[in-house]
C-alpha cells in the first residue's frame, strides 16, 4: 500500500500511469481499457489496495483524496474523494461531485460512475444543465447516460426550459446533436406531471401562464426548442389563454379528458385533440387574471432554480 501524503509531480505521474496501463489478468471490463483511459489528472493523496474479504469480494482499488480530477475522453469527473474499482469497472465518488462533457454538467454529492458504458448515478442535491440550451433541472437522485444521451431525473424532479417549467416524480430528458451541440428533442414526465409556461402574448397585468396536467407527460421539441406537440394521459388538464386573430385576448380555455393532445406549428399551438370524459369550459377576459382559474397544483418555482458559474 501507498502511504498517505501530498504528492509530488512524480507521484501524480506514476498513478496516472497505472490507470492508463491495465495491470495483468484484469479484464477488458475495467475503467483503464485501451479503448478509452480513465486519466487521474489531479488529487491532494492517493492510497492503493485491496478490499477486505469480509466485503464479499477481494478486488484492488485506488483512492484518491482532495482536489480530485479525472478525465475520459471528452468526460471530466471532478469530487473530493474517490474511489477507482478497475475490476468493477465503477467509480465510486463522494463531495462536490461535478460530471460533464462538452456541453452537459451534472453536480451532486453522492454518485457511481460506470467508465465503460459511460453511465453515472448521482444523489443528494442533484442539479444539472445543458449548458448550450439553456436547459437548467434539479432532483434529489439522478441517472444519465452520455452514450444515449439521456439524463433520468428522480424525486422531485423540476426542470426549466427555455421559458417553461416541467415537474413530476420522474423526469426523462432526452438530448441529439444539432450543429454539434447537445439540445432537448424530448421530454417524458411520470407521475404528478405538470408543464407550465408564460404566457408571451400577454404584456400588461400580472404574467399569466398556460398549464397542463396528468399522470403522464410527453413534450416534444424541434431543432429551435420549439414545442411540435405534448400528449397528457389519464387525469389530463389544460388551461391556456386565447387571442383573435389581431392577438387581442379573448380568455381562457379549460379543456380536461383522458387523454389530450396539443399539436404546435412553429411553436404556436394550431389544433387540441382530448379523448375519453372530454369538458371545456371558457373563461371571460375579466377572469384571465383570476389565480382561481389556475389548474390545481399550479405553482411558479423560478426561485428554485439553481445558478451555475
Known amino acids: 500500500m501507498m502511504g498517505k501524503g501530498r504528492l509530488t509531480?512524480?507521484?501524480?505521474?506514476?498513478?496516472?500511469?497505472l490507470l492508463a496501463v491495465r495491470a495483468p489478468g484484469l479484464t477488458d471490463n475495467t475503467a483503464s481499457a485501451e479503448k478509452k483511459k480513465t486519466i487521474l489528472e489531479h488529487a491532494d493523496t492517493i492510497e492503493g489496495g485491496e478490499t477486505p474479504e469480509s466485503s464479499g469480494k477481494v478486488e484492488p482499488y485506488?483512492?484518491?483524496?482532495?482536489?480530485?480530477?479525472m478525465r475520459q475522453g471528452n468526460v471530466t469527473l471532478q469530487c473530493d474523494h474517490a474511489i477507482d474499482y478497475p475490476e468493477s469497472a465503477k467509480i465510486t465518488l463522494e463531495g462536490n461531485i461535478v460530471i460533464k462533457d462538452n456541453t452537459v454538467e451534472?453536480?451532486?454529492d453522492h454518485g457511481i460512475y460506470y467508465p465503460d458504458e459511460e453511465v453515472g448515478e448521482l444523489a443528494g442535491n442533484v442539479r444539472g444543465r445543458v449548458i448550450k440550451d439553456s436547459l437548467v433541472a434539479k432532483s434529489k437522485k439522478s441517472v444519465f447516460n452520455l452514450k444515449t444521451n439521456e439524463l433520468w431525473l428522480y424525486d422531485n424532479?423540476?426542470?426549466?426550459?427555455q421559458g417553461r417549467q416541467l415537474s413530476g416524480d420522474i423526469i426523462r430528458l432526452h438530448m441529439k446533436e444539432v450543429e454539434g451541440r447537445k439540445k432537448v428533442d424530448e421530454?417524458?414526465?411520470?407521475?404528478?406531471?405538470?408543464?407550465?409556461?408564460?404566457?408571451t402574448l400577454s404584456s400588461a397585468g400580472k404574467p399569466l401562464y398556460d398549464q397542463m396536467s396528468g399522470d403522464h407527460m410527453l413534450v416534444t421539441l424541434d431543432d429551435r426548442s420549439r414545442l411540435t406537440g405534448v400528449t397528457v394521459t389519464s387525469?389530463?388538464?389544460?388551461?391556456?389563454?386565447?387571442?383573435?386573430?389581431?392577438?387581442?385576448?379573448?380568455?381562457a380555455n379549460f379543456t380536461s379528458g383522458d387523454v389530450l393532445r396539443m399539436f404546435f406549428n412553429?411553436?404556436?399551438?394550431?389544433r387540441i385533440l382530448v379523448t375519453g370524459s372530454s369538458l371545456g369550459k371558457q373563461y371571460p377576459n375579466n377572469l384571465r387574471e383570476d389565480k382561481g382559474i389556475n389548474l390545481p397544483s399550479f405553482q411558479w418555482r423560478e426561485n428554485e432554480k439553481p445558478l451555475f458559474r
Not at 485506488?62 to 480530477?69: E, M
Not at 387525469?235 to 380568455?251: C, R
Not at 412553429?266 to 394550431?270: C, N, P, R, V
Open 9 to 17: 509531480i512524480s507521484a501524480i505521474a506514476c498513478f496516472v500511469a
Open 62 to 69: 485506488r483512492s484518491v483524496n482532495g482536489n480530485v480530477l
Open 106 to 108: 451534472s453536480y451532486g
Open 157 to 161: 424532479a423540476i426542470a426549466w426550459h
Open 187 to 199: 421530454i417524458q414526465v411520470h407521475g404528478h406531471a405538470f408543464f407550465a409556461a408564460r404566457d
Open 235 to 251: 387525469k389530463a388538464k389544460s388551461l391556456y389563454h386565447i387571442y383573435d386573430e389581431k392577438n387581442q385576448p379573448s380568455g
Open 266 to 270: 412553429q411553436g404556436k399551438l394550431s
